[in-house]
C-alpha cells in the first residue's frame, strides 16, 4: 500500500509543472486526496484537497483533480513563483477537513529558479 508522487523538478518562474499522486495497494475513491508542501526550514502546509465523493477541492492558487479510472490525482501548477519551491507531499484522508491521514507519499522536489 502507497502513494506516489511525481512530476517535481526544475522550472523557471511563471512556468508550469503537474505533479501527479498515484496509488498502489488500494483504491483512492473513498479517500479524499490533499497535497501538502514543506520547504526548507518551515513547517509543512497544505496546498489543496479533493474529497472523495462529489470530487469538491479546496480552492487554492493551483488546480486539483482526480481520475479514479487511473487511481490518480494530480496538481496543476502554473505561474509557479520561487517561494514555491518545496518538497510536495500527496496524502490519503478520511475528509479534506480531518486532521488525520491514512497514507501520506514519499514527497517529490519541486524547485522553481531562474
Known amino acids: 500500500v502507497q502513494l506516489v508522487e511525481s512530476g517535481g523538478g526544475l522550472v523557471q518562474p511563471g512556468g508550469s509543472l503537474r505533479l501527479s499522486c498515484a496509488a498502489s495497494g488500494f483504491t483512492l475513491d473513498y479517500y479524499a486526496i490533499g497535497w501538502f508542501r514543506q520547504a526548507p526550514g518551515k513547517e509543512r502546509e497544505g496546498v489543496s484537497c479533493?474529497?472523495?465523493s462529489d470530487g469538491r477541492s479546496v480552492k487554492g492558487r493551483f488546480t486539483i483533480s482526480r481520475d479514479n479510472a487511473k487511481n490518480t490525482v494530480y496538481l496543476q501548477m502554473n505561474s509557479l513563483k520561487p517561494e514555491d519551491t518545496a518538497v510536495y507531499y500527496c496524502a490519503a484522508k478520511p475528509r479534506c477537513m480531518a486532521e488525520i491521514v491514512d497514507y501520506w507519499g514519499q514527497g517529490t522536489q519541486v524547485t522553481v529558479s531562474s
Open positions: 479533493i474529497s472523495s
